[in-house]
T-cell receptor
Framework: GENVEQHPSTLSVQEGDSAVIKCTYS??????FPWYKQELGKRPQLIID?????GEKKDQRIAVTLNKTAKHFSLHITETQPEDSAVYFC???????FGQGTTLQVKP | DTGVSQDPRHKITKRGQNVTFRCDPI?????LYWYRQTLGQGPEFLTY????????KSRLLSDRFSAERPKGSFSTLEIQRTEQGDSAMYLC??????????FGSGTRLTVV
């Protein structure tokens, strides 16, 4: 069935280091891959997205890469800051199936 | 238009009661989605509409759950005979086809 797998479930990095979160999806027809950041008690906020016609997209310290052949995509955060600490979700498919989430902790 | 609005923000109800939530999407968005999120989990897809047509329902959506979008604008999600396991955050999102997915702030349901 339709499925999105996200790894790791928790990630702890030192301030200034990079963080990478990976997702795989099952439906090869998926053409839209967003990443959301969710802080405690708040709604998911879109931070970056990519469509299937490109392999990489970057926005300042955040980048997303997509490998359609392997059906996986990744979120890269460089020069992490304490305010990056949150839960991050990937999603795929037309109606948006979400991954299980990654809790990122950036230690000062 | 300030985004997706959900009402109420919080709802406490006794087990066995019915509850109804409302979602007002971004006005030009034709698609509307309902999700349920429990602590520590990602949003779980429940159902979605394209205009007024309900195109898909998750297996998670039992017979006690029903959603409507009668005029293709706002939507309601009703839960009948609530159970404690229904306690969760209910999120609504809208999009224009596959663009501009935006979430509302959610309705937090507590069944006591």
């Amino acid at each position: 069935g339709e499925n999105v797998e996200q790894h790791p479930s928790t990630l702890s990095v030192q301030e200034g280091d990079s963080a990478v979160i990976k997702c795989t999806y099952s439906d090869s027809a998926s053409n839209y891959f967003p990443w959301y950041k969710q802080e405690l008690g708040k709604r998911p906020q879109l931070i970056i997205d990519i469509r299937s016609n490109v392999g990489e997209k970057k926005d300042q310290r955040i980048a997303v890469t997509l490998n359609k052949t392997a059906k996986h995509f990744s979120l890269h955060i460089t020069e992490t800051q304490p305010e990056d600490s949150a839960v991050y979700f990937c999603a795929a498919l037309g109606k948006l199936i979400f991954g299980q989430g990654t809790t990122l902790q950036v230690k000062p | 238009d300030t985004g997706v609005s959900q009402d109420p923000r919080h709802k406490i109800t006794k087990r066995g009661q019915n509850v109804t939530f409302r979602c007002d999407p971004i006005s030009e968005h034709n698609r509307l989605y309902w999700y349920r999120q429990t602590l520590g989990q990602g949003p779980e897809f429940l159902t979605y509409f394209q205009n007024e047509a309900q195109l898909e329902k998750s297996r998670l959506l039992s017979d006690r759950f029903s959603a409507e979008r009668p005029k293709g604008s706002f939507s309601t999600l009703e839960i009948q005979r609530t159970e404690q396991g229904d306690s969760a955050m209910y999120l609504c999102a809208s999009s224009l086809n596959n663009y501009g997915y935006t979430f509302g702030s959610g309705t937090r349901l507590t069944v006591v």
